[in-house]
Each structure stands twice: as C-alpha cells, then as structure tokens.
C-alpha cells in the first residue's frame, strides 16, 4: 500500500533509530574486559634497529613509518579459539601518561565509548599464521606517548579478541610520537598577517574605486 509523504519519511526515520539503536546497543555490549588476549603484537621503527627496544622510543610524524606484526599466540595453535575471527583492526592507543586531564582520549571498558585507541593504522584479514604492516605516521597525528593494539573481530565486526604492544600496565615499549615542531606557530601568524593584508588591500581596493565612480 502507498504511503503519504509525511507516512513514509516517518516511517524511513523510524525503521533509521531502530537500526542505529540496535547497532549501538551492539558495540555497547562489548567489554574489553570480557576479551581473550590472543593475539601477539610487535611493533618497530623502520629504521631503528632495536631488538629489545628501551621502555619508550621516539618516532617523528611524516617522517617515520611503524613496523607492525601480528600473530595468534603460539600456545592456542590448533586450539579453534580464533575460528570466528574475520578481520584484524591495527589501532594506535594513547598511552596512561598521555591521558592525563585529556577526558577526550579517556579509557572505557564499553568498547562503544572508549577512546584510547582512535587512531587507525590497518584493517586486515585475519589469518593464523598472523601479517604486518608498515604504517607511515602520517603528519596529523597529535603528538604523545603511544602503544599499538590489534582487535580480533567477527564476521559483523564485533571485538572478541585483542593483543597490545605493550604490557598490562602500558609502561613498557611505549613509543614517543613527536609532532612537527618550530614550523606551526610561524605559518599561522605569516597565514593571520596576510589575510589581514588582503582584507585590507580588498577594501582599500573598492573604496578607491567607489570615489573614483561617485567623481565621475
């Protein structure tokens, strides 16, 4: 049966809030805490020849790429807990430190609202056997103490699974991302001087020639 104008778009914005609320009740229900860790993670600077790396390494946006791998922890080989994941998620994490008064990058258990991994380096096809991937760190990342985390996700992309780069705590084999420096301040002020010079060009321009038209 047709529907009037105002029937069916009440009807599509209906059917739109029970589908996000159904998604979002979804990704709410995910605890982080309720996750195997299964998943082994390493990361290195491309470059940096470090095999045990020191607690906190330091990398450079735009110039630096981060050497990602990944693989299921030898000890569940064969085991079939991983025979629901689909894909691999490679996020960068804030580290404690760099969450300290920042509420925008503060950790929650509910997957749905936590933010200390909002930064995506990869999405890949999850595979036992694991992969890598080189991540060049692009030059909008904001400049902090990271670590990186893998989540293991099923086929409607929910979290069942994780591994991190780091330890528990997240103290150790942090790496230091450093924005650039000595450049921001400068161009900002050299972008506010001459848009001011152009506004004041533009109007000195019109005025001149509202005098010279009002003479004529």
Not at 8 to 14: D, I, K, Q, W
Not at 70 to 91: A, E, F, P, T
Not at 134 to 156: H, L, M, Q, S
Not at 191 to 207: D, E
């Amino acid at each position: 049966m047709a529907c009037g104008v105002l029937q069916c778009v009440v009807r599509s914005l209906a059917v739109a809030a029970l589908v996000l609320a159904s998604t979002s009740f979804a990704e709410a229900g995910v605890l982080f805490s309720t996750l195997d860790e299964s998943i082994n993670v390493a990361v290195e600077i491309q470059g940096q020849n470090v095999t045990e790396g020191p607690v906190n390494r330091v990398a450079k946006v735009g110039d630096d790429r981060l050497v990602v791998s990944w693989n299921l922890n030898s000890s569940l080989m064969g085991l079939g807990v991983d025979k629901n994941y689909v894909s691999l998620k490679l996020r960068l994490c804030f580290a404690p430190i760099s969450q300290l008064e920042r509420g925008w990058r503060k950790t929650n258990d509910d997957l749905h609202r936590d933010k200390t991994c909002t930064i995506v380096i990869a999405n890949q096809k999850y595979t036992t056997d694991g992969n890598s991937t080189v991540w060049r760190i692009p030059k909008n990342v904001p400049g902090a103490t990271y670590f990186v985390r893998a989540y293991a996700t099923d086929e409607r992309g929910q979290q069942l699974a994780y591994g991190q780069s780091t330890d528990q705590l997240k103290t150790s084999n942090l790496i230091t991302i450093i924005p650039i420096s000595g450049r921001h301040v400068t161009i900002d002020i050299a972008s506010g001087v001459f848009s001011v010079f152009s506004i004041a060009s533009l109007i000195a321009f019109l005025a001149s020639e509202f005098a010279q038209t009002s003479n004529r």
